[in-house]
């Protein structure tokens, strides 16, 4: 079975063509990032519009490079769900009109079961081991951050075991390189720079390091940048990534070494809890997905954590970790070799078909 999968949920127009048991075909991505970095951030309605001009070639794409006709595919899947509801809908009409048009079934996918599928996508060499269920998967990206227990490729076989109460934890990467002027995205430039940097030269207090509990919160570790940078304590704010500002005579403290800080908060509670969850649910097989779990540190921690706690760590490569369609078409093949499928009504939604334990900014402590 091949599927053609659509995703426009925030800032990147991908398509993709992929096989049922997670071959890859094909895998393009158009990138919004200049559009929006003049902005520091995501513009809704730039997003819908760009979404709009590039959809169609981008489409074309991916059936060209997978070498296939749009009547050799068995099915389109769609992300529909959460993301910017006018970015989604460009995706979802897309994606239906070239179903409609081609006579194949149409599924919705939620975008958080495209995330936490992604290891399953094979893609060549360096593939890594496939997960086994049940596993736990640490989701983090740039508008969630949560655990999860799956049980089965299904929403109704996957809990969420804590999440945070606040910002995200790619949200914490991108405005703290905001705040030391380091451009949008933040979450790469962060991971370079941080590469340079001594963590040890500003102490930054963990986010939400309590040891029994799975929730995450990740504002107050940017409150602690911001105010690092309000009181003049950093120095070189607005050197261009790479160079290192001058290493102060005590006086002040460098980017990269802030940036080291953070990163090294941020990805070792990050780390911690996910082997803290899959001991507490007993399982072995342990996977990273979203953008965040194309941090550098991040992927190290987890692999040396893992091995230490003797568990099977599942870390995908680069392009199956930030979005992209692949990870779309794989969710939606499960669907549809179930035998499922959606209207022509399929309508698009900002919030996530996962069951929530975390409420945001009102969690419960574990
Ligand atoms: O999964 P994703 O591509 O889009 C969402 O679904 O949100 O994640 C994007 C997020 C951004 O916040 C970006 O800064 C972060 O992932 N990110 C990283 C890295 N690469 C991307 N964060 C830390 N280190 C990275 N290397
Ligand atoms: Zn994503």
Redo the contacts with the bound molecule.
Sequence with gaps: MLVLGVES??D?TAAAVVEHGGRVLSDVVHSQVAVHAPYGGVVPELASRDHLRNVGPVVRAALERAGVGIGEVDGVAVTNRP?LVGALLVGVQAAKGVAWAAGKPLVGVD?LMG?LLAAFLRRGDGDPPLPRFPFVCLL?????TAIYRVDAPRADAIAELGATRDD????A??KV?KLLGLGY????A??RLAATGDASRVKLAGPMASRASLEMSFSGIKTQVALLVSRGRVLGRSVREGERAGVDGGAGIAVADVCASF?SAVTGVLARKLMDAATREGVEDVVLG???A???E?RRRAHELGSARALRVVVPPLAS???NAAMIAYAGAVRLADGERDGWSLTASGQTSLQRATRKGRGRRA
């Design positions: 949920s925030c990147e993301g975008h995330h983090a990206s740039g508008g969630h995200a934890a790619g949200e990467f991108d390189a995205p933040g979450g790469p962060i991971d990163q979203g953008g965040v194309a941090n550098s991040l970790c930030t979005d």
